[in-house]
């Protein structure tokens, strides 16, 4: 699917304050950073430094901009309750703690947040829907919006 269609999914509008967790050199990341505009702001976080270099030079060849850092997904350099979108797209299955990884995002999600993620039929680390659907109410997390089909899914949850 075009990128457009997973953050329209996730509801990235004008004005976000959006957190990408794992974008890799930055599929989703140059629209991201489109739609938030001027007055909103996107910050992407990976753990592997080549990934957020690759992902400053797409970002700076589509001329967008966006917060970039090295971090790690159970452990976000961020303080609490202040973001309106967070998203992670086939990056669940490879953190070894998710739970961790998914406190993190209930801690810096605004109350009324959103969780966003995606998962991608084929991926070595894919995640069954029922077992996401587990570990997200685990959490803390209420499911808003789900989309399923041969090639996988996108799931939003509430903050509460
Ligand atoms: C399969 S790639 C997906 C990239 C992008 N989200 C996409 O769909 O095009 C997974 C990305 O998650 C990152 N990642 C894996 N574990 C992570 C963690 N614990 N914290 C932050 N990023 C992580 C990897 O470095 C990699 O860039």
């Known amino acids: 699917m075009p990128a457009g269609g997973t953050l329209d999914r996730f509801g990235v509008a004008g004005g976000d304050v ?8 930055g599929y989703y990341s140059i629209e991201a ?26 970002l700076a060849e589509a ?23 967070a998203y992670l797209i086939t990056v669940l299955g490879e953190v ?7 406190a993190e995002m209930r801690r810096v999600l605004k109350p009324g ?3 966003g993620l995606g998962e991608t039929m084929g991926d070595p680390d894919y995640i069954r829907l ?10 803390g997390f ?7 089909d041969v090639l ?9």
């Open 63 to 85: 001329d967008v901009s966006a917060e970039t850092g090295v971090a790690n997904a159970t452990r976000l350099p961020l303080t609490d309750d202040r973001i309106d979108v």
């Open 130 to 139: 029922g077992k996401l659907r587990e570990m997200c109410g685990r959490a």
């Open 18 to 25: 959006v957190l990408e967790v794992g974008p890799g050199p």
């Open 33 to 58: 950073s489109r739609r938030v505009g001027p007055d909103g702001r996107l910050i992407c976080l990976d753990l592997q430094r080549d990934m957020i270099e690759q992902l400053r030079g797409r």
């Open 96 to 102: 070894p703690d998710p739970e961790a990884a998914l």
């Open 142 to 148: 209420v499911e808003a919006t789900c989309h399923h």
């Open 113 to 115: 947040g959103t969780l």
């Open 152 to 160: 996988g899914y996108t799931i939003t949850f509430r903050s509460p």
